[in-house]
């Protein structure tokens, strides 16, 4: 069984998501816990932060990149593979009313402007014609 978990509320002491999580966890026994948590767009990990991390499975972050575009960075994969996916990352957009993926491929931070969407030019801080100022490039 799956179990969808869209909105744990913690106005503040937010190391208590780690206990939350280990009782979802043990809840479900053999099925599977997709919890949403929310985060500070600056921020790399959801409320509860380094909290949160600890007892997930398997982590990944959304973020808006761009007008259209969006990012999914896969924070930690508990898993081994043959090929680690820890703070790999996909662009993506979504169509149909939210409802399809398109455009998934694997992206990198640009290496002009490092991610910060700006660059140098001379004395002067302009945008980074490179990534499109998204701070991204297509791997």
Known sequence: KINFIDW?????NFFQIGKIIKDIKRAVCT???VIVLQKDEESTLGRGRSFSKELADFYITIDPMGQFDKRATVIK???PTSAPLDYRTWGFQLVEGGTKFHNIREIVKCNVCYGKKWRKRGNIS???DDCGRTGYTDK
Not at 8 to 12: G, H, K, T, V, Y
Request: aromatic share 0%.
């Open 126 to 128: 302009v945008p980074c």
């Open 77 to 79: 994969a508990k898993a």
């Open 31 to 33: 099925g599977v816990a």
């Open 8 to 12: 744990i509320n913690l106005e503040d």
